[in-house]
């Protein structure tokens, strides 16, 4: 699905599936809706510590 979308239908992809991403000074943690939060280390996405952290809101309030 994911290689035949066009670059539209993938942002709404992944639009719909991420809630959120807070970036750490070590490391960033990914809210997928339905799922628990992950973690990803910095240099798993090219990035390294000292980076300036972006937040985003998330879109839905946290499962309680």
């Known amino acids: 699905m994911w290689n035949a979308a066009t670059k539209s239908e993938r942002r709404t ?8 991403v ?10 997928v809706v ?3 939060p992950f ?4 240099d798993e996405v090219g990035l390294t510590q000292g980076c300036k952290p972006v937040v985003s ?4 309030e946290p499962a309680r």
């Open 13 to 20: 992809l992944v639009e719909d599936l991420v809630d959120s």
């Open 22 to 31: 807070f970036i750490y000074p070590d490391q960033l943690t990914v809210q």
């Open 34 to 36: 339905g799922a628990p």
């Open 39 to 42: 973690v990803v280390a910095l």
């Open 57 to 60: 809101k998330a879109r839905r």
